[in-house]
Each structure stands twice: as structure tokens, then as C-alpha cells.
């Protein structure tokens, strides 16, 4: 069991150190839309400490896209505001245990997620 966990723990590194900047925005994507995901399905059980713990970690991350987005491009504040009412919401969504603003986000996030990886797409392309 420790060496399966082990060889998956480098393989993710491995991932992490060899992903364009492109990749690694898609892997943040996929990591804030699994932690919303898995904070929905403990509100629904009531495990109130578990939402909180995914509910920070997708924030993190959201903090994360706000704190290395490169504020020289055209569209970087309307980024940045759409990080901060993410962010907004992800935190009401944290103090109220509701499933609502999770929904929303997650659903942001999913969009953002494609268009990420259409970007990365046109990128190599070109």
C-alpha cells in the first residue's frame, strides 16, 4: 500500500515539474472542481469540518490564479474580479453550509477549465 501511494506521489510530481504553464492552470481547474465537488457532497452528509476543509482548498487555489495572474495582459481585471466573486462566494458558501454558491462556482470553474484548455490547444498550434 505505501509503495503504491509512493510510485503515485512521484508520478504526480513528475506531472507537475514537466506541465506547461497551460497544463498546470487545467490541473488547478481540475483540483478547485473536484475540492467544490467533494465540499457539496459533505454538506449533503452533514460533515461540516470536511466541507470546510475542501472548501479552503478550493479557495487556495482560486488564490493562487488571482496571486500569479500576470497583470500585463488585457483581461487580467476582469480575471481578477471574477477570482475575487469566486472567491466571495466560496466563502459565504464556507460560513453558511450552503450547497448553492459551491454550485455556481463550480460551474465557473468548468467553463474557465475549457477555456483553458482551448487556449492550450491554440497555443500549440500556432
Same mark, same amino acid.
Not at 482548498?57 to 497583470?71: C, R, V, Y
Given at each position: ?14 506531472? +507537475? ?11 488547478? &481547474?481540475? =483540483?478547485?472542481?473536484?475540492? &467544490? ?5 459533505? +454538506? @449533503? $452528509?452533514?460533515? *461540516? %469540518? ?6 479552503r482548498k478550493a479557495q487556495d487555489i482560486i488564490s493562487e490564479?488571482?496571486?500569479? /495572474?500576470? @497583470? ?6 476582469? /480575471?481578477?474580479?471574477?477570482?475575487d466573486y469566486f472567491l466571495h462566494r466560496l466563502v459565504e458558501?464556507? *460560513?453558511? @453550509?450552503? +450547497?448553492?454558491? +459551491?454550485?455556481? $462556482? *463550480? =460551474?465557473?470553474?468548468i467553463e474557465l477549465r475549457e477555456t483553458w484548455v482551448q487556449? %492550450? @490547444?491554440?497555443?500549440? $498550434? %500556432?
Amino acid at each position: 500500500m505505501y509503495q503504491a501511494q509512493a510510485n503515485r506521489n512521484k508520478y504526480l510530481e513528475t506531472s +507537475i515539474q514537466t506541465a506547461t504553464p497551460a497544463q498546470l492552470l487545467i490541473m488547478l &481547474c481540475d =483540483g478547485a472542481i473536484r475540492f &467544490c465537488r467533494a465540499a457539496i457532497e459533505a +454538506i @449533503k $452528509v452533514n460533515d *461540516m %469540518s470536511n466541507a470546510h476543509q475542501n472548501l479552503r482548498k478550493a479557495q487556495d487555489i482560486i488564490s493562487e490564479f488571482a496571486a500569479t /495572474l500576470d @497583470k500585463n495582459t488585457s483581461f487580467s481585471e476582469d /480575471l481578477l474580479r471574477l477570482y475575487d466573486y469566486f472567491l466571495h462566494r466560496l466563502v459565504e458558501a464556507n *460560513m453558511k @453550509k450552503e +450547497i448553492e454558491p +459551491i454550485e455556481e $462556482v *463550480m =460551474g465557473y470553474l468548468i467553463e474557465l477549465r475549457e477555456t483553458w484548455v482551448q487556449a %492550450s @490547444k491554440l497555443s500549440t $498550434v %500556432s
